[in-house]
């Protein structure tokens, strides 16, 4: 699975969008962009996942660049409870282990 | 409502004890995991199961057991054989075992040694 490269913390104010990035540049054709976040305690969270299209769900918004080396995931409207660990990953969808690699991901910080 | 669930919260050992955690879905899912987090660190794959009656082992399976004879239950048992048990257990489990389906997670085993 191609490797990951993301900030280890960011800020963001309350009601603000949020914008994670993700450096994947090594990214083959064949592999997803998923993004998952941890709060303290819990299990991981699924938010989205790409593969070439920008995709939306409730949650969040995912913009894979076009050489599809990078990618953002958009939080709208963040609030105080999306303050995590966001994890970007990278897999190939058929994977036979169809396991998860987290790297270091991104401690996002919501402040009023 | 649709999940996975994971019991007990908390779980101790004491030294020379298997000890199994429970991990049941009824999401329907085919494949179903074992991670085990240390603390700061990424997840590890203990083992995985893409289908009834059938596991792999993952990266860390030494000192661990799984079974899956139900599509909805995956429980794992840490033997005495694991040296280092103290960890955060967390079971997942994805729609098919191919394609790009997302793993949904519990939320999660905390085991200690007493």
């Known amino acids: 699975d191609a490797k990951t490269t993301q900030p280890p913390s960011m800020d963001c104010a309350e009601g603000r969008a949020a914008n994670l990035p993700c450096n994947h540049s090594?990214?083959?054709?064949?592999?997803?962009v998923y993004w998952y976040r941890q709060i303290h305690s819990q299990g991981p969270q699924y938010i989205i996942h790409?593969?070439?299209n920008n995709e939306t769900n409730e949650m969040a918004s995912l913009i894979i660049t076009e050489d599809r080396k990078s990618s953002t995931l958009i939080l709208p409207h963040a609030t105080l409870r999306d303050t995590a660990v966001y994890y970007c990953?990278?897999?190939?969808?058929?994977?036979?282990?169809?396991?998860?690699?987290f790297g270091g991901g991104t401690r996002l910080m919501v402040k009023p | 409502d649709g999940g996975i669930t994971q019991s007990p919260k908390y779980l101790f050992r004491k030294e020379g004890q298997n000890v199994t955690l429970s991990c049941e879905q009824n999401?329907?899912?085919?494949?179903m995991y074992w991670y085990r987090q240390d603390p700061g660190q990424g997840l590890r794959l203990i083992y995985y199961?893409?289908?009834?009656?059938?596991?792999q082992k993952g990266d860390i399976a030494e000192g661990y057991s799984v079974s899956r004879e139900k599509k909805e239950s995956f429980p794992l048992t840490v033997t005495s054989a694991q040296k280092n048990p103290t960890a955060f257990y967390l079971c997942?489990?994805?729609?098919?075992?191919?394609?790009?389906?997302?793993?949904?997670f519990g939320d999660g085993t905390r085991l200690s040694i007493l």
């Open positions: 997942a489990s994805s729609a098919h075992r191919e394609g790009n389906q997302p793993q949904h």
């Open positions: 090594t990214i083959s054709g064949n592999e997803y």
């Open positions: 790409g593969l070439k």
């Open positions: 990953i990278v897999r190939v969808g058929s994977n036979a282990g169809n396991m998860l690699t």
């Open positions: 999401l329907n899912h085919d494949a």
């Open positions: 199961s893409q289908i009834v009656n059938d596991f």
